[in-house]
């Protein structure tokens, strides 16, 4: 059995307060938001899916295997190089994984179709990843303390857009590779 961990306490106050499950211990910034958005869409080309907020490249990230159900942890660096012959320890016999990633991926969309529509295409993700930028960067100013609620309410809605699950993930993390 793997050791599954809980992430690690976090410290930095901002990044806790917003998106925890979208980005673990990493400012909102454009930088890291487009990171998590390629990631997600990347790992979820070879059935993973995170079960917790992207922490960058070189830190151990919570995900789920979508062949076997294994949760543990992965540093996103090696999981995007990974092919479906190499998983982790205890998965599914290696003969059947590529059927079982086609199977797996034929539920792969190029268009949202959830009921709270997910940005998907460039100009939806520059879109929400401005709208996001311009609710951050106004925090501390007369009116923040009345607007503070929908603020975060908002923010975690552009988030969820920008990086919760969808069936079209793999479609906006390739979008996403295409914004600077
Ligand atoms: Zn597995
Ligand atoms: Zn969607």
Redesign the pocket.
């Known amino acids: 059995m793997p050791t599954v961990l809980s992430p690690p306490e976090n410290t930095d106050t901002e990044a806790a307060s917003i998106g925890h499950e979208f980005l673990s211990g990493l400012p909102a910034t454009r930088r890291n938001l487009l990171g998590a958005i390629r990631a997600v869409g990347r790992i979820a080309e070879f059935a993973f899916e995170p079960c917790g907020g992207f922490p960058g490249s070189d830190k151990h990230w919570r995900v789920r295997c979508r062949m076997c159900g294994w949760i543990g942890l992965r540093f996103y660096s090696h999981l995007r190089r990974f092919r479906p012959a190499m998983r982790h320890p205890g998965c599914v016999a290696a003969d059947i994984r590529q059927k079982l990633l086609a199977a797996l991926l034929a539920d792969a969309v190029e268009v ?3 009921a ?3 940005a ?1 295409t460039t100009e939806e993700i520059a879109a929400d990843l401005d709208a996001l930028a311009l609710l951050l960067d106004h925090g501390g100013g007369e009116a923040a303390a009345a607007a503070k609620a929908d603020d975060l309410a908002r923010q975690e809605e552009l988030l969820t857009r920008l990086i ?6 793999i479609a906006r993390g390739a979008a996403a590779r295409l914004l600077h």
Do not use: Q
Request: charged share 15%.
């Open positions: 949202c179709p959830c709270r529509s997910h998907v919760g699950h969808c069936p079209a993930e």
